[in-house]
Each structure stands twice: as C-alpha cells, then as structure tokens.
C-alpha cells in the first residue's frame, strides 16, 4: 500500500454453481513488476481453495508479465484457447 492505497489487488469472478472460479490481477503503472500482482493472486488461490472451488487464472496472451504469474504460483496449463470479437 502507498499512503492508505491499494497497489494491487486480483479480482475475483464469482458464481456459486460454477466448480472453477476466475481471477485476475490489477496493479498501478509504477507498482508493476515488483512481485505486487503475484501476491495478490497467491491469495485469491488461497481464499479460492479454502471455498472449495478451483482458482482459474486467466490472462491476455500479448500480457508476457500476467503469463508469468500462474508459472510462479505452481500452476498447470489446462487449456489455451483463443477469441476474437468485433469491434
């Protein structure tokens, strides 16, 4: 935290039908890459596990940082997958 602020935080996508819940993290421009983001979804994983569902950590593949992540937390590749939208 910087003078009473969140950094960083990781949101957390919520339905309680659902067995996998999806997360990601968020961080201020001049907080990033200092281990900030990781921290954050270290606990979201924890609090996820701990509600018994399984953390889905979903991630922009042009984002090499956010890829970064799940590797550091031990994650395994379940699927890749990708979309494409209009504008």
């Not at 990781?10 to 309680?16: L, R, V």
């Not at 907080?31 to 979804?41: K, N, P």
């Not at 596990?49 to 950590?57: F, S, T």
């Not at 799940?70 to 395994?76: A, D, F, M, N, T």
Request: net charge neutral; with cysteine; charged share 20%.
């Amino acid at each position: 935290m910087r003078a009473g602020i969140a950094v960083s935080a990781a949101q957390i996508f919520t339905n309680k039908e659902e067995f996998a819940w999806e997360f990601g993290p968020s961080t201020l421009p001049e907080f990033r890459r200092r281990g900030f983001a990781t921290e954050a979804c270290r606990a979201a994983t924890g609090l996820i596990l701990e509600l018994g569902r399984i953390p889905w950590y979903y991630y922009d593949h042009y984002n090499a940082a956010s890829a970064r992540i799940p590797e550091k937390l031990g994650y395994s590749l379940y699927s890749e997958g990708l979309f494409s939208h209009n504008n």
